[in-house]
T-cell receptor, first 112, second 115 residues
Framework: GQQLNQSPQSMFIQEGEDVSMNCTSSSIFNTWLWYKQDPGEGPVLLIALYKAGELTSNGRLTAQFGITRKDSFLNISASIPSDVGIYFCAGLLYTGGFKTIFGAGTRLFVKA | SAVISQKPSRDICQRGTSLTIQCQVDSQVTMMFWYRQQPGQSLTLIATANQGSEATYESGFVIDKFPISRPNLTFSTLTVSNMSPEDSSIYLC????????????FGPGTRLTVL
């Protein structure tokens, strides 16, 4: 079945540094979604990407839908302590209805 | 985006018992989903809650263990039946966007611990 490879698994960075994480697959997706999950909370949608090549920003976050439709990346610029959490990518594939595949998550730790 | 609430937010249960989790949305939505997130893991789809018909379960999940109701377009319940410690997880309700079927929002989750 479809699988997403999300990397890195975890990142330890200093406050103020930029961060990059990505998801790749052998499958083609129609939509890419990026979520952040804080401890004890549900995932919160950060950015949604609907077209190949699309580059979208949300404050300090920027995400891109890969031109091959098989990958996506999320960048966080000038990280701050509240960026700590788990970031998940999700690829959606239309097969009569939308099927959602989640990456394993990237755990971000920010040192002040 | 839709405002999604779940009850209870957390519970500690004894093995062999059942727990029903409620999901309420502030507006009508087409699709409602139930996910499980085991400790330190990603999200796994349990089933799609269909309004007016039986839920559609993913491979590895069965109706006897996870009965689901969806009486209307704003409410759904998931029951975790005959619980064992392996059922300890976060259970998440999710809905699609009012404007796009390919965008999902999540509730705050129900943290379940089975002793």
């Amino acid at each position: 079945g479809q699988q997403l490879n999300q990397s890195p698994q975890s990142m330890f960075i200093q406050e103020g540094e930029d961060v990059s994480m990505n998801c790749t697959s052998s499958s083609i997706f129609n939509t890419w979604l990026w979520y952040k999950q804080d401890p004890g909370e549900g995932p919160v949608l950060l950015i949604a990407l609907y077209k190949a090549g699309e580059l979208t920003s949300n404050g300090r976050l920027t995400a891109q839908f890969g031109i091959t439709r098989k990958d996506s990346f999320l960048n966080i610029s000038a990280s701050i302590p509240s960026d700590v959490g788990i970031y998940f990518c999700a690829g959606l594939l239309y097969t009569g209805g939308f099927k959602t595949i989640f990456g394993a998550g990237t755990r971000l730790f920010v040192k002040a | 985006s839709a405002v999604i609430s779940q009850k209870p937010s957390r519970d500690i249960c004894q093995r062999g018992t059942s727990l029903t989790i409620q999901c309420q949305v502030d507006s009508q939505v087409t699709m409602m989903f139930w996910y499980r997130q085991q400790p330190g893991q990603s999200l796994t789809l349990i089933a799609t809650a269909n309004q007016g018909s039986e839920a559609t379960y993913e491979s590895g999940f069965v109706i006897d263990k996870f009965p689901i109701s969806r009486p209307n377009l704003t409410f759904s319940t998931l029951t975790v039946s005959n619980m064992s410690p392996e059922d300890s997880s976060i259970y998440l309700c999710s809905v699609d966007s009012r404007t796009r079927a390919d965008t999902q929002y999540f509730g705050p989750g129900t943290r379940l611990t089975v002793l």
